[in-house]
């Protein structure tokens, strides 16, 4: 059985393909989305998913979210007194999605196709294999997110030519692709993108306000558990500006409550240069693309953050349309991978497309360029596969050495569109030895290979000997050896995931921590003594009692939001 994943910044979605239809797969906690957090618990126990999300405001040192933004870096993050890479965080996301379409299918899940950011780079899809590879999984194939999308809607089902664009905005990444349908073949015509703009962005602008418009002090923004709370506080607040043209932030920080109101304009305001940010990859894609706004024929929205209605305008003004949303937004992608995991497993309800797809980036070398005044401009960018080409695809570029007489030619590999290579991401090198002769003895053909899972294969041959060099990428600061990522999945097999079956459980007594965290005086003691008494039922383990109990702890759970004294209100009576 493939399954589908869409592997998000915020949120993290498994489904199948069954009967002829996606469908997606519930996580135990009845819900089809799992938020991507991580969090280790005192006695080492990981939790994955809604817990681990209240656990960031209660336990900040030992939660961590939005870590999919730094796949294929090498950042760590610790979490009490052990420290993971994004891909062994991204690993732990994976298991328990595959745990979930266990349990929901009744059999062993081992191949999945998972979809990323259409403008994720070589290192970030590499990344994205090892997690997936750390949880256990065979990647059939990687799918970028604004094509699923477009399987999902069964763009590619349509019998006439179509042109549709894919305007896709989750909660850390987005991505633009222009699509084209023809005589069965869908096409992507053009991607541009940014790795660092999400809806986690728009959240930031109202912390940002609110730090300033409250009056709170700077040593406000050294406090982890206050600013967690704050961030949440924020998210909220963008949700209820979606439907109303006003609404106020109220928190309890020291002994003081601080609050400010936000307006649906002044927000707008706030947002324009993420605003403009999101027009860039829009213009480029259509220039690219060789396309006039008008000649798009649809706009279909993907990703969580088009919901607001500032986004949807700007869609709407660009095109002189409004953008189809017919799937709920989170959804979308998910259900793309398991239309591409219907096709992988050849289902016979699905009608033969073929597809294709594009290089987001341009691919290169660092060489020096010919000047007309006879000078040399050193350090420049050339590009062997411009961006947006067709895949699969091989290019072939010459090269020489230097100077006569020269021992090595050094091919440094970037990707990017800058003009001089150091401004690009260096992503390989190659050493290829000369005997030092003439300048032309060492010329060398240099061909690039990039196929449809954003796979590049680096193949040098030297003309005069015909002996060939190949290049495994390996960026040494991030890309893990298959001897290391053994060794993680070790580590991370011996790591206690808390039970699916009793993760209700301990959800909901990181609910009520979250809350206790910001109650006072004899709220905080009522509370405190809620989450002790259930606690207490658990380990008797009598299931009727425990359900009774969990009905109590919910109902103060309840009663305290209501109040709404963990945000700097009154203690109820």
């Known amino acids: 059985m493939i399954v589908g994943i869409d592997l998000g910044t915020t949120h993290s979605l498994v489904a199948c393909w069954k009967d002829g239809a996606p469908h997606l797969i519930p996580n135990a906690l009845g819900s089809v989305l799992t938020p991507s957090c991580i969090s280790l618990d005192q006695d080492g126990t990981v939790l994955v998913g809604r817990a681990a999300r209240e656990r960031l405001q209660s336990h900040p040192d030992r939660s961590i979210a939005v870590f999919k933004r730094h796949m294929g870096g090498n950042k760590e993050f610790r979490l009490g007194s052990r420290s993971f890479r994004p891909e062994e965080l991204s690993a732990l996301v994976l298991r328990a999605l595959k745990a979930d379409a266990e349990?929901?299918?009744g059999q062993a899940v081992t191949e999945a196709v998972i979809s990323v950011p259409a403008y994720f780079s070589d290192g970030q899809r590499k990344a994205t294999r090892t997690a997936a590879q750390l949880a256990g999984l065979h990647v059939e194939r990687l799918v970028n997110e604004p094509t699923a999308a477009a399987l999902a809607y069964g763009l590619h089902q349509r019998g006439s030519e179509s042109r549709f664009l894919v305007f896709d905005l989750g909660g850390g990444t987005f991505d633009v692709s222009i699509l084209e349908l023809f005589e069965g073949v869908m096409e992507v015509?053009?991607?541009a993108g940014d790795n660092f703009l999400g809806g986690e962005d728009f959240s930031n602008e109202i912390v940002h306000w609110f730090l300033q418009a409250s009056g709170l002090p700077?040593?406000?923004?050294?406090?982890?558990h206050f600013m967690q709370h704050l961030a949440a506080r924020a998210e909220a607040l963008k949700c209820t500006l979606s439907t109303e043209?006003?609404?106020e932030l109220a928190v309890h920080w020291q002994g003081r409550d601080y609050t400010a109101t936000l307006s649906e304009d002044h927000y707008r305001r706030l947002c324009e240069p993420l605003l403009a940010r999101?027009?860039?990859?829009?213009?480029?894609a259509l220039r690219d693309a060789g396309l006039r706004a008008g000649d798009v024929q649809e706009v279909v929205l993907a990703g969580g953050a088009t919901r607001a209605p500032m986004i949807r305008n700007l869609v709407t003004r660009m095109f002189g349309r409004f953008p189809s949303a017919h799937f709920n937004p989170d959804e979308v992608v998910a259900m793309g991978a398991a239309v591409m995991a219907g096709m992988k497993a050849r289902d016979e309800s699905l009608r033969e497309v073929v597809m294709t797809d594009v290089c987001p980036y341009s691919l290169g070398v660092e060489a020096n360029r010919d000047l007309p005044s006879g000078e040399k401009a050193h350090g420049q960018f050339i590009p062997i596969i411009e961006r947006n080409t067709v895949v699969p695809v091989s290019r072939v570029?010459?090269?020489?050495?230097?100077?006569?007489?020269?021992?090595?030619?050094e091919l440094r590999i970037f990707q990017g569109e800058s003009r001089l290579a150091r401004d690009n991401i260096e992503i390989g090198k190659l050493s290829v030895p000369l005997e030092g002769g003439p300048r032309g003895d060492g010329a060398v053909e240099v061909r690039f290979t990039y196929d449809v899972n954003g796979l590049l294969e680096v193949e040098v041959t030297r003309l005069k000997t015909q002996q060939v060099y190949r290049l495994v990428i390996r960026n040494n600061d991030t890309d893990l050896t298959e001897q290391q990522i053994e060794a993680r999945f070790q580590a991370l097999a011996e790591l206690k995931v808390h039970p699916r079956d009793k993760l209700e459980n301990r959800t909901l007594i990181a609910e009520a921590e979250r809350i206790h965290e910001f109650l006072r005086g004899a709220s905080r003691e009522r509370m405190a003594a809620e989450i002790g008494e259930f606690e207490a039922v658990l380990a008797h383990q009598h299931e009727r009692s425990i359900?009774?109990?969990?009905?109590?702890?919910?109902?103060a759970i309840e009663y305290f939001e209501r109040a709404g004294v963990f945000e700097g209100g009154t203690e109820p009576s």
């Open 103 to 105: 349990a929901a299918m």
């Open 189 to 191: 015509r053009a991607t």
């Open 218 to 224: 700077d040593k406000a923004r050294r406090d982890g």
């Open 245 to 247: 043209p006003q609404a």
């Open 278 to 284: 999101l027009r860039l990859p829009l213009e480029r």
């Open 397 to 409: 570029h010459g090269f020489a050495p230097e100077r006569d007489g020269q021992q090595v030619l």
């Open 547 to 555: 359900v009774s109990a969990r009905e109590r702890l919910r109902d």
